[in-house]
Structure formats: structure tokens, C-alpha cells
């Protein structure tokens, strides 16, 4: 829908200071690439913001992210309010934690989109569902689930190894492999790699 001048400049002020991240002459781009990309979405949501095709095809072409099963984590995080549509702040409020956050807010970041039942905890089923949709399997292996499987443990212990003297996280390891905030934290503080664990969910360097 068309907005007034003023309205626009309220808008401006008010994502400026909410995404923290971008500069004013940033935030009325992103404003300018959301009317685009409202231009090509579905009528449905009545020019309030954009599907998750839209999005995709968005963050696939200008980000290279190109998993699936990520992208689908990664607007669903974007939508906060679960409406199916991505509104204009939680694009520019999104884009400011994708493109230009903290170790803490990426950290946040990350573990919500693995997190995919969101109960606080990544298990190792989900961890699953994340990497065999990240690996590329050989045609030729018999069973390429064992190797997935495999990848899991590597990484649980990668993730553990930082706090073994820790015992009930231990005892987390050995009998339900789930990983809490507090864990994931922990070992991506020591390892910065150990962000995107479970699935390439941030864009490319380029």
C-alpha cells in the first residue's frame, strides 16, 4: 500500500533504531528492495510484505544460500509472528542480524534455526535432519545415513570437548545428545567455525 511521506519517514526513523546495525540511507534501501519484492509476492497479503518463494528466490540469488531445508529455518525465524508473510521490520530487523550481527546475535541466530522443534535444545535428530540435507551424497553409497550419523557424533563431541569437566553436560552427551543454548555457546566461543555446525544458514563471504 502507498504510504505518506511522513509515514515513510516515521518508518525510517523507527527501523534505524530497531535494526541498530544499518544507517539511516541503508535502512530506505532495504525499504526501497522490500517494495520490489512485495511488487513480485502473491496479492494475498495485500501489499503488507512477501511470501516464502519471494524470500527464498531473495536470499538464494543475492546470498548463495542454497539449502532448502535451511532457507525454510531461516524464514521462519525471519517471521516472527508466523503469518507466512515476511513484513517489512522483520526484513530490515532480520537482515540486520544476517548480514551485520554479533557473535551473540548470530549465535541466537544459528541455534534457532537448528533448533527445529523449538523446545531449547538441539538433538541429535535434529542435527540429523540438518546435515543429511547439507551433504552431498555419492550415488554410490549403500547406506548414506550411517555417514550422516557419523558426522552427528563428530560433532557432538566437537561440541562437548570444550566443558568435559563439566559433569551434567556429560551426562547430556551420553544419554540424550542434546545440546542446550548454554552448550552451543560455549563451544562456538571456543570455535568460531562451530557456528553453522549443523548447515551453511548464513550468506556466503561474498
Known sequence: AAMSRKGRKLLVDSLTRSAKHFTK?????????????????????????????????????AFGMTDDVVL?????????????CITVEEWVEGLAVLLRGTLEEKMKYCFAIYDLNGDGYISKEEMFQMLKHSLLIQPADEEPDEGVKDL??????KMAS????????????????????TDFEKAVRDENLLLEAFGPCLPDIK
Open 25 to 61: 540511507s541503508e535502512v530506505e534501501c532495504l525499504i526501497k528492495l522490500f517494495d520490489t519484492l512485495v511488487a513480485k509476492a502473491s496479492s494475498q497479503f495485500a501489499g503488507a510484505g512477501f511470501d516464502r518463494t519471494v524470500f527464498r528466490d531473495t536470499l538464494y540469488n
Open 72 to 84: 525454510d529455518r531461516v524464514f521462519n525465524t525471519f517471521d516472527r509472528d508466523n503469518t507466512g
Open 152 to 157: 552427528v557424533e563428530i560433532a557432538l563431541k
Open 162 to 181: 570444550t566443558y568435559l569437566f563439566v559433569p551434567f553436560l556429560l551426562q547430556d552427551y551420553d544419554h540424550d545428545g542434546k545440546l542446550s543454548f
